[in-house]
Each structure stands twice: as structure tokens, then as C-alpha cells.
């Protein structure tokens, strides 16, 4: 089996297929074109930089391009980058399809599906089961198919619905912990946080922003819709109120995106889930790139920081 590009050494010289998930084309200072391209498998992915690019480059190296890269592993600024040697577009006869080099969660779709259905199941309030269950069925097919989002946490095939797993699960252990939150809003509250982003973004494959999600946001876009639903359902109840806030709230603070911050004690839990899953998601990704004894590049989301590995992890 061929190893995935972040699994090679700084010095390596690698001649991979890989996948082009962005291009964008800028001007160096010696005012010649060039283009950044992001090129990922489904170890994850890796910027380069295609100096003196010309007008038929561009053209020939857009995203979801399949392309063969000859190049080495170096070391720019303390991030990984591939230097190319040699590019070319991938043609029929390499016998390469889109889906061998995408990313996807690590747990399969039915279990994903089974474990969220049981949750939903589990719910004794019937506004908040009959809302929930409404919307998922809506997005069902988006729900498990879209990242959580277009870099920095669950940037991934099933990244979305992996990602609320696993909030439910933490959830679940919370709540036991604190029997006097209400578990029926809490899960509603993790279910529908992101639902927006099956709007707000444009898919699972070199993802990007629609107009809605530019304009709008993931979370006023699910405002919205639990407030669809709820008329759609005739339900009148304060739970959609509340519904709305945690969904309105997750992010924590304005400055992070949420108009409110959270005001009900499940929208102040939803929020330490929610930030914890995503940055566990970081830190394994990030980490996973190094060997023991070694720091990690830098994580932007993570106030810049690089985090180092035990000597002792495996």
C-alpha cells in the first residue's frame, strides 16, 4: 500500500498521486504568477507551490484535479511543504478515481447513523424528538456526507455527522456526571449545532462557501429552520425558544460568531463539547504528522501554538 504524503520525512523525495483540493493563483515578488495548491490523499494534506505558473497551468491545475507529483519534503516557516520537482495531470490510463484520495471519518456511516438514531430515540420530550427528527430526515443524506467544516477540525468526508457522535458520547458522559441537565435539549442542541453548514457550505469535495453560507452562516440559517420546522409541525412550545438559543450560542462569545452567549445552562455545556471535540480533532490531526520527541507545526485555530509529543506516546 502506498503511503500517504504526511507520512513521509522532512528530506524525503515522494512520486505520489494526489488529489489538487484548492489552487489559488498570486503574484511573487518578482511580479511572475504562481499558484498555492493544497494537494491532499487520504493521510490529509500538504500546500505547494508551482512558481512561473502560466495561464495553461492554471487552467490544467484547478481543484479536483488527480495529479502525479514528483518533489521533496521540506521544512518552510516550521509547516511541512512539498517543493515539486515535476507535475503533470493524471489521465485515464493511470486508472485514478477522485474517491482514493479522500479523507473520511474513521467510523463507518451506519454506525454513525445507528448511534444518532438511538439518541433521538432516547429523547422523552416529544417537541424537542419531533423537531430533531424532522430536520435530520431533511439533511439526512448532507448530514452524513459533509465536513464540519473547510479546514481546522473534521475537514472531511462525514466530518459532520463524526463530529456530533462524538459530542453526543461526551454528552452522555457528561450528563451522567450532572443529572440535573436536561439530556433531551442537550442532544437536540449537538444534533442541529451544525446542521446549518449542509447549506452554508458547497459539499464534501474541495469545499467552499455558497452565497447562503457567505451571507448568512450556519447558524442563522438553522434559526431559521428550527423555526420552519416547528411551524411546519405545529409545535408552539418554549422548547423551540430554547432550541434556537443553543443553537445560537454554541460558538460562545460575538467574537467567535454566536450574536448570543449562552444563557441556559445546556447552551454553556453545548459550547465546552463542542470547542473540546473540535480541538481534540486538532491535536490528534496535528500530532499524528510527528514523531515522538518532536513539536507540531503550528496550529492556527490553537492560538498559533505548536504541541509536542512524549517521547513515551506511542
Not at 424532522?134 to 463530529?163: C, D, R, V, W
Not at 442532544?187 to 459539499?203: Q, R, T
Amino acid at each position: 500500500m502506498t503511503r500517504g504524503v504526511l507520512h513521509y520525512d522532512i528530506g524525503d523525495q515522494v512520486d505520489l498521486y494526489l488529489l489538487i483540493k484548492t489552487s489559488t493563483k498570486a503574484t511573487a515578488s518578482n511580479g511572475k504568477p504562481f499558484l498555492t495548491l493544497i494537494l491532499q490523499d487520504k493521510s490529509g494534506d500538504i500546500e505547494a507551490k508551482l512558481w512561473d505558473a502560466s495561464d495553461e497551468d492554471e487552467k490544467m491545475y484547478q481543484a479536483q484535479t488527480i495529479v502525479r507529483v514528483n518533489g521533496d519534503l521540506q521544512n518552510y516557516r516550521g509547516r511541512q511543504q512539498l517543493k515539486i520537482r515535476q507535475i503533470r495531470p493524471a489521465t485515464a490510463v493511470d486508472g485514478m478515481e477522485i474517491s482514493d484520495f479522500l479523507e473520511t471519518a474513521p467510523v463507518s456511516k451506519d454506525e454513525i447513523n445507528s448511534k444518532v438514531t438511538q439518541y433521538i430515540f432516547e429523547m422523552k420530550n416529544p417537541n424537542i424528538q419531533r423537531v430533531t427528527r424532522y430536520l435530520l430526515k431533511k439533511y439526512q443524506t448532507e448530514f452524513m456526507e459533509y465536513p464540519a467544516a473547510t479546514k481546522n477540525h473534521h475537514e472531511f468526508i462525514s466530518g459532520l455527522a463524526y463530529h456530533v457522535v462524538s459530542m453526543l458520547d461526551l454528552a452522555k458522559a457528561i450528563a451522567g456526571l450532572y443529572p440535573s441537565l436536561d439530556k433531551d435539549l442537550l442532544y437536540a442542541g449537538i444534533i442541529l449545532h451544525d446542521l446549518g453548514k449542509v447549506i452554508e457550505l458547497s459539499g464534501p469535495i474541495s469545499t467552499t462557501y455558497t452565497i447562503e453560507g457567505n451571507l448568512l452562516g450556519h447558524i442563522t440559517i438553522m434559526i431559521n429552520e428550527i423555526g420552519k420546522a416547528a411551524e411546519e409541525l405545529g409545535i408552539n412550545g418554549e422548547e423551540i425558544v430554547v432550541l434556537q438559543h443553543l443553537v445560537l450560542s454554541h460558538h460562545g462569545k460575538p467574537e467567535w460568531g454566536s450574536p448570543k452567549p449562552p444563557m441556559i445552562k445546556e447552551a454553556e455545556i453545548l459550547h465546552y463539547i463542542d470547542n473540546l471535540d473540535a480541538k481534540m480533532n486538532m491535536l490528534d490531526r496535528a500530532l499524528e504528522r510527528v514523531k515522538p520527541g518532536e513539536f507540531s507545526e503550528r496550529v492556527f485555530a490553537l492560538e498559533n501554538r505548536s504541541f509536542y509529543k512524549p517521547t513515551f506516546h506511542k
